[in-house]
């Protein structure tokens, strides 16, 4: 297995998560307090010391009526209480899942021999909005499907890869989105400068449709680009 990285680190290009200037793909976060619930899975595996996590502890108000409580642990049985009165046990490898009733404020234990760890949460009638970040709406660029998908011609539907290997298609994208990858490079700043993208890498990115390419680069597409592009490759007819 491979671990991106130990701890959040600066990178200045990236505006996400509400911290502008930090990737937060860690285990632990930046100021090295937090351990997030990847942590502990790291731990499932490659640790011999016994220990029990129940995931998701800040996510303390839930709004559903039933709701999962999800468990890391090296240990090959997991038994949940729930208010002190056992709920279940299971039998697993590394990740254990329950799904309970809740309806007032509750303590969650989860145990084995020894090892226990415990979290507290409420029913909530509605969702805190406090754990959604401000200005995350989801991009929704088209009403409809039909809007977008041409029958037997190019859309953003279809993938990078399939778009570049047609060259008319491939001259459309190339000449409508340069610009915007000149400014998205300006963007990210010296993360940018001399950057080589791995062959591998550049295999898995062409499988991704040009829809969820143009979502990567944020705020930098507009609507009005987008439907500009798939308008222009809906000119461009595939080959049968």
């Known amino acids: 297995m491979h671990c991106w990285n130990m701890f959040d680190f600066g990178a200045d290009g990236r505006d996400e998560g509400g911290k502008p200037g930090q990737n937060q793909k860690g285990l632990v976060t930046f100021d090295r307090k937090t351990k997030k619930d990847a942590f502990y899975i790291y731990k499932a595996y490659l640790s011999k010391e016994p220990f029990m996590h129940i995931c998701g502890r800040r996510y303390a108000d839930r709004a559903e009526s039933e709701t999962e409580i999800k468990v890391y ?34 303590t969650i234990e989860a145990r084995s021999g020894a090892c226990s760890d415990t979290i507290a949460i409420r029913k909530v009638d509605k969702p805190n909005p406090a754990y959604v970040k401000a200005g995350g709406e989801v991009v929704n660029w088209f009403d409809r499907e039909d809007e977008i998908v041409k029958g037997g011609y190019f859309s953003i539907k279809d993938s990078m890869g399939d778009v570049k290997a047609h060259p008319q298609a491939s001259a459309v994208l190339n000449e409508l989105i ?38 990567q680069m944020g705020k930098l597409v507009t609507p009005a680009f987008v439907h500009e592009l798939n308008a222009a490759l809906n000119q461009v007819k595939k080959e049968e």
Not at 75 to 103: C, H, M, N, W, Y
Not at 178 to 196: E, R, S, T
């Open 73 to 106: 642990s090296n240990q090959p049985r997991v038994t949940l209480f729930v208010d002190g009165k056992e709920f279940a046990a299971q039998d697993g490898d590394k990740i254990f899942k329950f799904t309970v009733p809740i309806s007032g404020e509750h």
């Open 178 to 215: 340069a610009p915007l990858q000149a400014k998205a490079a300006a963007a990210y700043g010296d993360v940018a400068k001399n950057i080589q993208i791995p062959e591998s890498m550049q295999r898995m990115m062409d499988k991704m449709s040009v829809e969820a390419t143009l979502k």
